[in-house]
């Protein structure tokens, strides 16, 4: 397979959807499925039309963070072709590469059996009209990447990082594998998450945990945006684990946080 296959011109895979937004991260464990998620019910409460693609094969966590881990999309004929139905929730059209393995399995997938499950589940499902297709990518960089490169015109790419360095050093690896000139994929800007905690009964305080600011210098390096700084919330991870993503309450704090990110990628 050549790495230096072209993109697909805009609109050639999926006519009907707007702009392709894929959430990367250097690192796993650094809030990349968090973000995804907040992100594309934050997009879906402004009121854009919302589909979200787990195309995290190592470690799909949508089924959960969205609590439709029994789902199982079916297939319809439309318009001749047998297209997947995706899942919808909370307002968002859902598919997760979680649906089609056993989530107690470790996900050893041979070479190109990812990348044609992904295709698949791209172009033989029927998103339909979308403002925004957010892509959950697994973290770092791989030939999955490519094939999402490949197969989308990705509008832009949002990198996650929490502030600590090695993080940060693998953030720069991501936001130079989409900037490189066979892929060229448009940095739409970072995101710190985890940036800093307060205690409950400091409301006052902040704890740099993993280190101060550390995006916002990559962002600054790197000429790129910084989209957003998320605290470490408690509720965020609770919330994830409940498959109520924290976006759908906008009375709270980090709610709030979720829907300020939206609007800076809108
Ligand atoms: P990744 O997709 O990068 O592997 P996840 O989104 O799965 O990371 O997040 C890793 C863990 O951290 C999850 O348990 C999630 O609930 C939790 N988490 C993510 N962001 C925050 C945050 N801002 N505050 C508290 N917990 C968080």
């Not at 702009?19 to 690192?27: Q, Y």
């Not at 934050?42 to 609590?67: E, H, N, R, T, W």
């Not at 072709?81 to 470790?106: C, M, N, T």
Request: include cysteine.
């Amino acid at each position: 397979e050549s790495r230096q296959a072209a993109r697909p011109e805009p609109g050639k895979m999926l006519p009907l959807v707007k702009n392709v937004i894929a959430v990367s991260s250097g690192k796993g464990g650094v809030g990349k499925s968090t973000v995804a998620a907040n992100l594309a019910v934050a997009l879906a409460k402004l009121g854009y039309k919302v589909g979200l693609l787990d195309a995290d094969i190592f470690g799909p966590s949508m089924p959960k963070m969205f609590q439709v881990e029994d789902a199982r999309p079916y297939a319809e004929q439309i318009d001749g072709r047998d297209l997947i139905i995706p899942i919808e929730k909370y307002g968002i059209k859902l598919l997760s590469i979680g649906f089609f393995v056993d989530p107690d399995q470790a996900t050893l997938w041979r070479g190109g059996m990812a990348s044609n499950a992904l295709k698949q589940l791209i172009g033989d499902a029927n998103w339909g009209e979308l403002d925004y297709f957010i892509l959950d990518t697994p973290p770092g960089t791989s030939d999955i990447h490519l094939t999402l490169v490949q197969t989308l015109a990705i509008t832009g790419a949002v990198i996650v990082s929490t502030p600590q360095q090695v993080a940060l050093a693998d953030a720069r690896k991501g936001i130079n594998m989409y900037t490189n000139d066979k892929v060229n994929v448009p940095i739409l800007g970072l995101i710190e998450n985890m940036s800093w905690f307060t205690p409950a009964e400091l409301p006052e305080n902040k704890y740099y945990l993993f280190g101060r600011e550390g995006a916002k210098q990559l962002a600054e390096d790197m000429n790129v945006p910084l989209l957003g700084q998320i605290p470490i919330v408690q509720s965020i991870c609770e919330n994830g684990d409940k498959g109520t993503p924290a976006a759908l309450d906008e009375t709270t704090i980090t709610g709030r946080a979720f829907l300020e990110l939206a609007e800076n990628v809108v």
